[in-house]
């Protein structure tokens, strides 16, 4: 059974840098044929697909975040991070990792529980 | 992209009635590629359905889902008290993948 975990700062300083990381279990990140995302939720709102990564490293990300995201991918630790810069409060969400089924669109099958991150000064 | 917009917001039903949400896309969805997920206060989303119609492994065949067009139904045929939750509909058909604002089922 894959199990995906969230990690990182639960509060950032706006205009600074969010950084999170998702520890996969269960299953080898670079096995298989699966991509690897990020979706956010603001709180009472609905979700939003930020990106996504495959083992490989390449990337496709939101066009709406595209200036601002970078997601990467350390195999031999079974985890992928993400990094979205210039915060601001409109950034503050619970960030979910989840993995996909292996292409790109696609639907979402395996999810974190969730990391709530809040940004203000 | 292309937007879903789900219906009614919230829907108050008694345990043992018939769910039906509603999902419509702004736009045609490639090869049927939308699913459907739940979730719960404080969990992630759950994944119920995808390819429009096939349940994912592991949830009861009180779920079903059906497209015409450009819209697509989530049925809950008997509501169990654990189904009263936020749902939501996603396409994956292009990128980006949207996901729609949620239809929350409440107990009348």
């Known amino acids: 059974q894959v199990q995906l975990l969230e990690s990182g700062p639960g509060l950032v300083k706006p205009s600074q840098t969010l950084s999170l990381t998702c520890t996969v279990s269960g299953g080898s990140i670079s096995s298989g044929t699966f991509y690897w995302s990020w979706i956010r939720q603001p709180a009472g709102k609905g979700l939003e697909w930020i990106g996504r990564?495959?083992?490989?490293?390449?990337?496709n990300y939101n066009p709406s975040l595209k200036s601002r995201v970078t997601i990467s991918v350390d195999t031999s630790k079974n985890q992928f991070s993400l990094n979205l810069s210039s915060v601001t409060a409109a950034d503050t969400a619970v960030y979910y990792c989840?993995?996909?089924?292996?292409?790109?669109?696609?639907?979402?099958?395996?999810w974190g529980q969730g990391t709530l991150v809040t940004v203000s000064s | 992209e292309i937007v879903l917009t789900q219906s009614p917001g919230t829907l108050s039903l008694s345990p043992g009635e018939r769910a039906t949400l509603s999902c419509r896309a702004s736009q045609s969805v490639s090869s049927s590629y939308l699913a459907w997920y739940q979730q719960k206060p404080g969990q992630a989303p759950r994944l119920l359905i995808y390819g429009a119609s096939s349940r994912a492994t592991g949830i009861p065949d009180r779920f079903s889902g059906s497209e015409s067009g450009t819209d697509f139904t989530l049925t809950i045929s008997r509501l169990e008290p654990e189904d009263f939750a936020v749902y939501y509909c996603?396409?994956?058909?292009?990128?980006?993948?949207?996901f729609g604002q949620g239809t929350k089922v409440e107990i009348k």
């Open positions: 990564i495959y083992a490989s490293g390449r990337t």
């Open positions: 989840a993995r996909d089924s292996g292409y790109d669109p696609d639907y979402f099958d395996y």
């Open positions: 996603q396409q994956y058909g292009s990128s980006p993948e949207t």
